[in-house]
Protein backbone atom coordinates (compact mmCIF):
# COMPACT_ATOMS: atom_id res chain seq x y z
CA UNK A 1 0.00 0.00 0.00
CA UNK A 2 1.27 3.26 -1.13
CA UNK A 3 2.10 5.56 1.64
CA UNK A 4 1.73 9.06 0.99
CA UNK A 5 3.06 12.66 2.66
CA UNK A 6 0.82 15.44 2.08
CA UNK A 7 1.50 18.92 2.15
CA UNK A 8 -0.55 21.37 2.80
CA UNK A 9 -0.63 25.23 4.56
CA UNK A 10 2.75 26.34 4.63
CA UNK A 11 3.92 29.88 5.40
CA UNK A 12 3.11 32.34 1.88
CA UNK A 13 0.13 34.86 1.75
CA UNK A 14 -1.58 31.51 0.14
CA UNK A 15 -1.61 29.55 3.58
CA UNK A 16 -5.71 29.28 3.66
CA UNK A 17 -6.22 28.31 -0.03
CA UNK A 18 -3.41 25.51 0.59
CA UNK A 19 -5.37 24.23 3.39
CA UNK A 20 -8.77 23.37 1.39
CA UNK A 21 -6.65 22.01 -1.82
CA UNK A 22 -4.79 19.81 0.50
CA UNK A 23 -7.63 18.54 2.25
CA UNK A 24 -9.22 17.89 -0.73
CA UNK A 25 -6.79 16.38 -2.84
CA UNK A 26 -5.86 13.80 0.80
CA UNK A 27 -9.64 13.31 0.46
CA UNK A 28 -9.31 11.59 -3.67
CA UNK A 29 -6.13 9.91 -2.68
CA UNK A 30 -8.19 8.01 -0.16
CA UNK A 31 -10.61 7.06 -2.55
CA UNK A 32 -7.83 5.81 -4.47
CA UNK A 33 -6.77 3.23 -1.71
CA UNK A 34 -3.78 5.29 -0.86
CA UNK A 35 -2.35 6.20 2.94
CA UNK A 36 -2.33 9.70 3.16
CA UNK A 37 -0.51 11.48 6.24
CA UNK A 38 -1.57 15.14 5.92
CA UNK A 39 0.99 17.66 7.35
CA UNK A 40 0.70 21.42 7.96
CA UNK A 41 4.02 22.93 6.55
CA UNK A 42 4.78 25.78 9.46
CA UNK A 43 8.72 24.78 10.24
CA UNK A 44 11.66 22.95 8.92
CA UNK A 45 12.46 21.30 11.76
CA UNK A 46 8.39 19.74 11.54
CA UNK A 47 8.94 18.71 8.09
CA UNK A 48 11.89 16.82 8.29
CA UNK A 49 10.23 14.95 11.48
CA UNK A 50 7.32 13.85 8.54
CA UNK A 51 9.89 13.03 6.21
CA UNK A 52 11.72 10.77 8.80
CA UNK A 53 8.67 8.23 8.50
CA UNK A 54 9.67 7.68 4.81
CA UNK A 55 7.23 8.08 2.61
CA UNK A 56 6.95 6.32 -0.44
CA UNK A 57 6.08 9.73 -2.27
CA UNK A 58 4.88 13.18 -1.41
CA UNK A 59 2.26 15.50 -3.09
CA UNK A 60 3.07 18.77 -2.67
CA UNK A 61 -0.38 21.00 -2.56
CA UNK A 62 1.28 23.90 -0.88
CA UNK A 63 1.29 27.28 -3.01
CA UNK A 64 3.05 30.56 -2.89
CA UNK A 65 6.18 31.14 -1.50
CA UNK A 66 8.62 28.20 0.21
CA UNK A 67 6.13 26.38 -2.18
CA UNK A 68 5.86 26.87 -5.42
CA UNK A 69 9.21 28.58 -5.99
CA UNK A 70 12.54 25.73 -5.54
CA UNK A 71 12.58 26.08 -1.84
CA UNK A 72 10.26 22.98 -1.24
CA UNK A 73 11.05 21.13 -3.89
CA UNK A 74 14.84 21.51 -2.66
CA UNK A 75 14.24 20.05 0.36
CA UNK A 76 12.45 17.33 -0.96
CA UNK A 77 15.66 16.70 -3.37
CA UNK A 78 17.68 16.72 -0.49
CA UNK A 79 15.31 14.02 1.52
CA UNK A 80 15.37 11.55 -1.78
CA UNK A 81 11.73 11.29 -1.70
CA UNK A 82 9.74 11.34 -5.19
CA UNK A 83 6.98 14.39 -4.84
CA UNK A 84 4.65 15.61 -7.29
CA UNK A 85 4.33 18.60 -9.61
CA UNK A 86 7.58 20.61 -10.55
CA UNK A 87 10.88 20.29 -9.56
CA UNK A 88 13.48 22.80 -8.45
CA UNK A 89 14.54 24.26 -11.50
CA UNK A 90 11.23 24.75 -12.99
CA UNK A 91 9.19 25.83 -10.18
CA UNK A 92 11.92 28.69 -9.25
CA UNK A 93 12.02 29.93 -12.42
CA UNK A 94 8.13 30.00 -13.10
CA UNK A 95 7.95 31.51 -9.57
CA UNK A 96 9.89 34.32 -10.43
CA UNK A 97 7.90 36.33 -13.18
CA UNK A 98 11.04 38.56 -15.02
CA UNK A 99 12.95 35.22 -15.83
CA UNK A 100 9.56 33.11 -17.06
CA UNK A 101 9.03 35.89 -19.61
CA UNK A 102 12.40 35.56 -20.81
CA UNK A 103 12.28 31.97 -20.95
CA UNK A 104 8.91 32.69 -22.68
CA UNK A 105 10.11 35.24 -25.46
CA UNK A 106 13.23 33.05 -25.90
CA UNK A 107 10.82 30.25 -27.42
CA UNK A 108 8.94 32.99 -29.47
CA UNK A 109 5.85 32.53 -26.90
CA UNK A 110 4.00 35.98 -27.03
CA UNK A 111 4.42 38.13 -24.12
CA UNK A 112 3.41 41.32 -23.08
CA UNK A 113 5.63 44.42 -23.60
CA UNK A 114 6.71 44.97 -20.27
CA UNK A 115 10.04 45.22 -17.42
CA UNK A 116 11.11 45.20 -13.95
CA UNK A 117 11.42 48.43 -12.55
CA UNK A 118 11.44 50.91 -9.28
CA UNK A 119 8.05 51.18 -7.32
CA UNK A 120 8.42 54.76 -7.33
CA UNK A 121 9.41 55.15 -11.02
CA UNK A 122 6.16 53.36 -11.73
CA UNK A 123 4.12 55.63 -9.39
CA UNK A 124 6.15 58.90 -10.71
CA UNK A 125 5.04 57.53 -14.31
CA UNK A 126 8.92 56.57 -15.37
CA UNK A 127 7.77 53.27 -16.47
CA UNK A 128 5.38 52.42 -18.52
CA UNK A 129 2.27 54.95 -20.00
CA UNK A 130 -0.60 53.87 -19.12
CA UNK A 131 -2.74 51.42 -19.67
CA UNK A 132 -0.19 48.62 -17.78
CA UNK A 133 -0.15 45.81 -15.25
CA UNK A 134 2.13 46.21 -11.89
CA UNK A 135 2.66 42.80 -10.22
CA UNK A 136 5.14 41.53 -7.57
CA UNK A 137 7.81 39.57 -9.49
CA UNK A 138 7.37 36.14 -7.02
CA UNK A 139 3.97 35.83 -5.92
CA UNK A 140 1.06 33.72 -7.31
CA UNK A 141 -2.68 34.01 -7.35
CA UNK A 142 -2.71 37.47 -8.46
CA UNK A 143 -1.96 38.35 -4.97
CA UNK A 144 -0.23 42.28 -5.17
CA UNK A 145 -1.52 42.37 -9.33
CA UNK A 146 -3.08 46.01 -10.25
CA UNK A 147 -4.57 47.60 -12.90
CA UNK A 148 -4.20 50.67 -14.20
CA UNK A 149 -6.48 51.95 -16.50
CA UNK A 150 -5.67 55.63 -16.25
CA UNK A 151 -3.77 58.43 -13.98
CA UNK A 152 -6.94 58.20 -11.74
CA UNK A 153 -6.21 54.27 -10.93
CA UNK A 154 -2.25 55.44 -10.88
CA UNK A 155 -3.09 58.37 -8.17
CA UNK A 156 -5.18 55.61 -6.31
CA UNK A 157 -2.43 53.35 -6.53
CA UNK A 158 0.11 55.58 -4.91
CA UNK A 159 -1.99 55.96 -1.75
CA UNK A 160 -2.21 51.98 -1.46
CA UNK A 161 0.37 50.34 0.96
CA UNK A 162 2.64 48.05 -0.74
CA UNK A 163 4.04 44.65 1.05
CA UNK A 164 6.35 43.59 -1.47
CA UNK A 165 9.71 44.06 -2.72
CA UNK A 166 10.07 47.52 -4.32
CA UNK A 167 11.35 45.84 -7.81
CA UNK A 168 8.00 45.50 -9.58
CA UNK A 169 7.18 43.75 -12.95
CA UNK A 170 5.06 46.14 -15.05
CA UNK A 171 3.41 44.95 -18.61
CA UNK A 172 1.31 46.29 -20.64
CA UNK A 173 -2.33 46.14 -20.24
CA UNK A 174 -3.84 43.59 -22.88
CA UNK A 175 -7.67 44.10 -23.59
CA UNK A 176 -9.96 41.35 -24.10
CA UNK A 177 -10.69 37.48 -22.33
CA UNK A 178 -9.15 36.05 -19.99
CA UNK A 179 -8.31 32.33 -20.58
CA UNK A 180 -6.13 29.16 -18.54
CA UNK A 181 -4.98 26.37 -20.37
CA UNK A 182 -4.22 23.14 -17.80
CA UNK A 183 -1.11 20.78 -19.14
CA UNK A 184 -0.53 17.41 -17.83
CA UNK A 185 2.68 15.27 -18.09
CA UNK A 186 6.20 15.60 -18.77
CA UNK A 187 8.22 16.44 -21.69
CA UNK A 188 6.74 14.63 -24.82
CA UNK A 189 3.83 13.17 -22.63
CA UNK A 190 2.53 16.49 -21.68
CA UNK A 191 -0.24 17.44 -23.15
CA UNK A 192 -2.77 20.23 -23.16
CA UNK A 193 -6.22 19.44 -21.44
CA UNK A 194 -8.38 21.92 -22.39
CA UNK A 195 -9.01 25.85 -22.49
CA UNK A 196 -11.34 27.48 -19.76
CA UNK A 197 -12.94 31.19 -20.37
CA UNK A 198 -13.09 32.93 -16.85
CA UNK A 199 -15.69 36.02 -16.60
CA UNK A 200 -15.46 37.44 -13.44
CA UNK A 201 -18.00 39.45 -12.19
CA UNK A 202 -15.99 42.53 -10.96
CA UNK A 203 -14.07 42.95 -14.46
CA UNK A 204 -10.53 41.27 -13.21
CA UNK A 205 -9.70 37.68 -11.97
CA UNK A 206 -8.12 38.48 -8.62
CA UNK A 207 -7.49 36.50 -5.36
CA UNK A 208 -10.97 36.99 -3.86
CA UNK A 209 -12.71 35.97 -7.28
CA UNK A 210 -10.71 32.95 -7.53
CA UNK A 211 -11.60 31.38 -4.37
CA UNK A 212 -15.46 32.84 -3.67
CA UNK A 213 -17.73 31.04 -4.49
CA UNK A 214 -20.15 32.94 -7.35
CA UNK A 215 -17.55 35.72 -7.98
CA UNK A 216 -16.73 34.61 -11.64
CA UNK A 217 -18.30 32.50 -14.34
CA UNK A 218 -16.20 29.78 -15.50
CA UNK A 219 -17.03 28.23 -19.10
CA UNK A 220 -15.37 25.50 -20.56
CA UNK A 221 -14.46 24.71 -23.10
CA UNK A 222 -14.07 28.14 -23.86
CA UNK A 223 -16.36 29.87 -26.25
CA UNK A 224 -13.51 30.95 -28.57
CA UNK A 225 -12.68 30.84 -32.16
CA UNK A 226 -11.30 26.91 -32.91
CA UNK A 227 -7.94 28.21 -34.34
CA UNK A 228 -7.68 30.56 -31.23
CA UNK A 229 -8.40 27.79 -29.13
CA UNK A 230 -5.62 25.64 -30.77
CA UNK A 231 -3.18 28.11 -30.69
CA UNK A 232 -3.75 28.90 -26.64
CA UNK A 233 -3.51 24.83 -26.17
CA UNK A 234 -0.54 24.70 -28.35
CA UNK A 235 0.76 27.83 -25.94
CA UNK A 236 0.42 26.53 -23.01
CA UNK A 237 2.23 23.30 -23.80
CA UNK A 238 4.80 25.01 -25.37
CA UNK A 239 5.39 27.15 -21.98
CA UNK A 240 5.19 23.63 -19.89
CA UNK A 241 7.74 22.32 -21.50
CA UNK A 242 9.62 25.48 -22.04
CA UNK A 243 10.32 26.00 -18.36
CA UNK A 244 10.60 21.94 -17.90
CA UNK A 245 7.40 21.49 -16.14
CA UNK A 246 6.50 18.30 -14.46
CA UNK A 247 3.16 16.99 -13.56
CA UNK A 248 0.21 19.60 -13.89
CA UNK A 249 0.60 23.51 -14.48
CA UNK A 250 -1.82 25.90 -15.45
CA UNK A 251 -0.95 28.62 -18.14
CA UNK A 252 -2.87 32.13 -17.98
CA UNK A 253 -3.18 33.77 -21.41
CA UNK A 254 -5.14 37.01 -22.33
CA UNK A 255 -7.17 36.86 -25.49
CA UNK A 256 -7.78 40.09 -27.22
CA UNK A 257 -10.31 39.85 -29.45
CA UNK A 258 -11.43 43.26 -29.52
CA UNK A 259 -11.01 43.82 -33.02
CA UNK A 260 -12.94 40.61 -33.70
CA UNK A 261 -12.12 36.99 -34.09
CA UNK A 262 -9.76 35.05 -34.07
CA UNK A 263 -7.99 37.56 -31.82
CA UNK A 264 -4.57 37.69 -30.32
CA UNK A 265 -3.14 35.46 -27.58
CA UNK A 266 -0.74 36.88 -25.16
CA UNK A 267 1.33 34.12 -22.14
CA UNK A 268 0.88 35.79 -18.91
CA UNK A 269 2.42 33.04 -16.60
CA UNK A 270 2.75 29.47 -15.60
CA UNK A 271 1.45 28.00 -12.55
CA UNK A 272 3.27 25.03 -11.31
CA UNK A 273 1.40 23.88 -8.11
CA UNK A 274 -2.44 25.44 -9.33
CA UNK A 275 -5.52 25.22 -6.94
CA UNK A 276 -6.97 22.33 -6.69
CA UNK A 277 -9.87 23.30 -4.31
CA UNK A 278 -13.61 23.17 -5.29
CA UNK A 279 -13.33 26.30 -7.11
CA UNK A 280 -9.77 26.01 -9.03
CA UNK A 281 -9.44 25.89 -12.45
CA UNK A 282 -7.16 22.92 -13.16
CA UNK A 283 -9.80 20.08 -11.79
CA UNK A 284 -12.45 21.59 -13.48
CA UNK A 285 -10.42 21.60 -17.00
CA UNK A 286 -9.52 17.98 -16.18
CA UNK A 287 -12.91 16.65 -15.21
CA UNK A 288 -14.61 18.27 -19.05
CA UNK A 289 -11.56 16.23 -20.33
CA UNK A 290 -12.98 13.12 -19.08
CA UNK A 291 -10.00 12.47 -15.90
CA UNK A 292 -12.09 12.95 -12.63
CA UNK A 293 -10.17 14.34 -9.65
CA UNK A 294 -9.51 11.18 -7.72
CA UNK A 295 -7.71 9.83 -10.85
CA UNK A 296 -6.10 13.28 -11.87
CA UNK A 297 -4.51 13.44 -8.04
CA UNK A 298 -3.57 9.68 -8.45
CA UNK A 299 -1.67 10.07 -11.52
CA UNK A 300 0.28 13.13 -9.94
CA UNK A 301 1.31 10.37 -7.43
CA UNK A 302 2.18 7.69 -9.96
CA UNK A 303 3.54 10.03 -12.24
CA UNK A 304 5.90 11.28 -9.02
CA UNK A 305 6.65 7.54 -8.52
CA UNK A 306 7.45 6.54 -12.11
CA UNK A 307 10.52 9.42 -11.92
CA UNK A 308 11.56 8.44 -8.90
CA UNK A 309 13.62 10.94 -6.34
CA UNK A 310 15.72 13.50 -7.76
CA UNK A 311 18.55 13.13 -5.72
CA UNK A 312 19.62 10.26 -3.06
CA UNK A 313 21.89 12.21 -0.08
CA UNK A 314 19.34 10.71 1.99
CA UNK A 315 21.04 8.01 4.43
Same mark, same amino acid.
Given at each position: M??????K??????????????????K??????????E????????L????????D???????????????????????????T???????????????????????????????V?????????????????????????????????D????????????????????E??? &? +??????? /????? =??????? !?? *? $??????????????????????????????A????????????????????????????????? &? +???C??? /????? =??????? !?? *? $???????????????????????????????
Amino acid at each position: MTRVLLLKGGLSSEREVSLVSGAECAKALRTKGYVVDEHDFTSLEGLMAALATKPDAVFNALHGRYAEDGTIQGVLDLAGVPYTHSGLLASAVAMDKPMARKIFAGHGLPVAEGGVFNREDVLGGRAMPVPFVMKPTNEGSSVGVKIVLDAGDLAALAREPWPFDEEVLVEAYV &P +GRELTVA /VLGTN =GSAQALG !VL *E $IRPNNGFYDYTAKYTDGKAIHLCPAPIAPKAYAQAMQIALDAHRALGCRGVSRADIRYDDTRGE &P +GALCLLE /VNTQP =GMTPLSL !VP *E $IAAASGIAFADLCARLIEEARHDGPRARLAP
